[in-house]
């Protein structure tokens, strides 16, 4: 059993940045796969990004491409989310996720375990 804790959503204005964080407890396998999901009101979860916990070889959705990073801790069992040149269409709740084995990062059918997501509102 894994559970997941995200943190550092908030509230920025269009440009900034925010580093979202989500804290796992429980033995994380080395086949195993981290992802970030995002959902905004009235709109399917959407992949943000995914990182694979033995190699770190990282996956990003279209949208967050070349903005967005995400990292690991091993030693922590911590990902990582650094949001840079945020948009006002980045608003949504952003849930972290956890699954062995994975094989197509970007579907949420992939990961066993979700967070109970923090909220990033961007306003313009």
């Known amino acids: 059993q894994v559970q997941l804790v995200e943190s550092g959503g908030g509230l920025v204005q269009a440009g900034g940045s925010l580093r979202l964080s989500c804290a796992a407890s429980g033995r994380i396998f080395s086949s195993s796969a981290m992802a970030w999901f995002r959902q905004a009101p009235g709109k399917e979860r959407e992949f943000v990004a995914a990182i694979r916990w033995s190699s770190g070889m990282t996956y990003y959705g279209d949208s967050v491409q070349g903005r967005f990073t995400i990292s690991r801790d091993n030693a922590k069992n911590t990902v990582f989310l650094q949001m840079n040149s945020l948009k006002p269409e980045d608003t949504a709740v952003y849930y972290c996720?956890?699954?062995?084995?994975?094989?197509?990062?970007?579907?949420?059918?992939?990961?066993?375990?979700w967070g109970q997501g923090t909220q990033v509102t961007v306003s313009s």
């Open positions: 996720a956890c699954g062995r084995g994975v094989v197509t990062l970007d579907k949420e059918y992939a990961y066993n375990y």
